[in-house]
């Protein structure tokens, strides 16, 4: 936890004011990527019995990306899709599935898919709308969206 003071103490010092949380971007991104950087040391030296104290770690960032860059790089998926989901960012849900498949977590990759494949039907349909047309995607296109 020696992390957050660290980070409170640059922020404090970089504050245009008393308010510790009045810091400009560059000094937000500094202090996530310290943090991102604790998070993987943490990880791959204690993995499992530090899994509290990443999870203190992770709730300093400000990026929601970088957050999710850590829960995927400390294999907590769920917390990684739920926000992914949240923000719709279907980039990093297929790289939390592919993930998921590395680590065997087929309830994650199963959800990961399923969000993939609502995705893919929803801009179909918007597709379909825009050209009057009518089409059902085929399992060809829903696997290619997968990959």
């Known amino acids: 936890m020696e992390v957050e003071k660290l980070v409170n103490c640059i922020k404090t010092n970089a504050s245009s004011s008393a308010d510790s949380n009045d810091v400009d971007e560059e000094t937000n991104k500094l202090c996530d990527e310290l943090v991102a950087l604790a998070v993987e040391i943490a990880y791959t030296q204690h993995q499992a019995e530090a899994k ?6 992770i709730k300093l960032i400000s990026s929601k990306i970088m957050k999710i860059q850590c829960y995927i790089n400390s294999n907590q998926l769920k917390t990684a899709f739920v926000i992914c989901a949240s923000m719709n960012n279907f980039e990093y849900i297929k790289r939390i599935m592919k993930q998921a498949e590395i680590t065997r977590q087929e309830n994650i ?11 893919h039907r929803q801009q179909n349909v918007m597709t379909t709308s825009a050209t009057s047309g009518s089409t059902l995607s085929s399992m060809g296109d829903i696997s290619e969206l997968l990959n």
């Not at 990759?109 to 399923?114: A, H, Q, S, T, V």
């Open 52 to 57: 509290s104290q990443i999870d203190q770690l």
């Open 109 to 119: 990759r199963r959800l990961c898919e399923k969000k993939l494949i609502q995705h």
